[in-house]
């Protein structure tokens, strides 16, 4: 039960670190919006590199490094679930048992 604490109190420490980032990135440029869950808009061509990346290379650039950022939000945000169930379920053998 304690491993399971520990793993989810550095797992949350890690997400805020992510958030932080993600926060940063949104302030850099007024186009990302404010939205800490979702990827902006990158139109990607199979093959090649990014159309879009011809126009404004800085924007796409940015738009891509926040786009991964918010990648690894999502992979910490699902291991987190999973750690919340072990820790959940060792909470209730503990108290049931």
Same mark, same amino acid.
């Given at each position: 039960?304690?491993?399971?604490?520990? %793993?989810? *109190?550095?797992?949350?420490?890690?997400?805020?670190?992510?958030?932080? +980032?993600?926060?940063? $990135?949104?302030?850099? !440029?007024?186009?990302? /919006?404010?939205? *800490? +869950?979702? +990827?902006?808009? @990158?139109?990607?061509?199979? /093959?090649? =590199? @990014?159309? =879009? !990346? *011809?126009? @404004?290379?800085?924007?796409? #650039?940015?738009?891509?490094? #926040?786009?991964?950022?918010? %990648?690894?939000?999502?992979?910490?945000? $699902?291991?987190?679930?999973?750690?919340?169930?072990?820790?959940?379920?060792?909470? *209730?053998?503990?108290?049931?048992?």
């Amino acid at each position: 039960m304690f491993a399971s604490f520990i %793993t989810l *109190l550095i797992l949350f420490f890690i997400i805020k670190y992510i958030l932080a +980032w993600i926060d940063y $990135f949104n302030k850099l !440029d007024d186009r990302l /919006g404010d939205s *800490l +869950w979702r +990827w902006s808009y @990158d139109y990607h061509v199979i /093959g090649e =590199s @990014d159309i =879009s !990346d *011809l126009d @404004d290379k800085d924007f796409v #650039r940015l738009r891509r490094k #926040r786009n991964k950022v918010v %990648t690894y939000m999502y992979i910490v945000f $699902f291991i987190m679930f999973f750690i919340s169930m072990w820790f959940l379920s060792e909470v *209730l053998i503990f108290f049931f048992q």
